[in-house]
């Protein structure tokens, strides 16, 4: 199993990013598909989730701002980010969690500043 993501740069305040995760491999027993982040000396965070069954979550902070979303067909996972912040900043990572492990991609980063 192998997770893929792209889409990271560089970008000013207000711009828009779109996250992609690619997941190739089968995987069982899957409960969510999420994008966390992490700036350094700090723990890695929840950025939003969907669940298996499509219900979405996301932090306070990106709330109306970004969006999590799947393409089945193309087994790849999404992250619409508008209205960037510099507090946005962050190496981001793609997850699928499971009943008995977790999946990573390798992160991508995401840098906002003018």
């Known amino acids: 199993v192998q997770l893929q993501a792209s889409g990271g740069g560089l970008v000013e305040p207000g711009e828009s990013l779109r996250l992609s995760c690619t997941v190739s491999?089968?995987?069982?027993?899957?409960?969510?598909r999420g994008w966390y982040r992490q700036t350094p000396g700090k723990e890695r965070e929840l950025v939003a989730d969907?669940?298996?069954?499509?219900?979405?979550n996301y932090r306070d902070s990106v709330k109306g701002r970004f969006t999590i979303s799947r393409d089945i067909a193309k087994n790849t996972l999404y992250l619409q980010m508008n209205s960037l912040k510099p507090e946005d900043t962050a190496v981001y990572y793609c997850n699928v969690r499971c009943i008995l492990t977790n999946y990573w991609g390798q992160g991508t980063q995401v840098t906002v500043s003018s």
């Open positions: 491999g089968k995987i069982v027993g899957i409960r969510a």
């Open positions: 969907m669940s298996a069954g499509g219900s979405t």
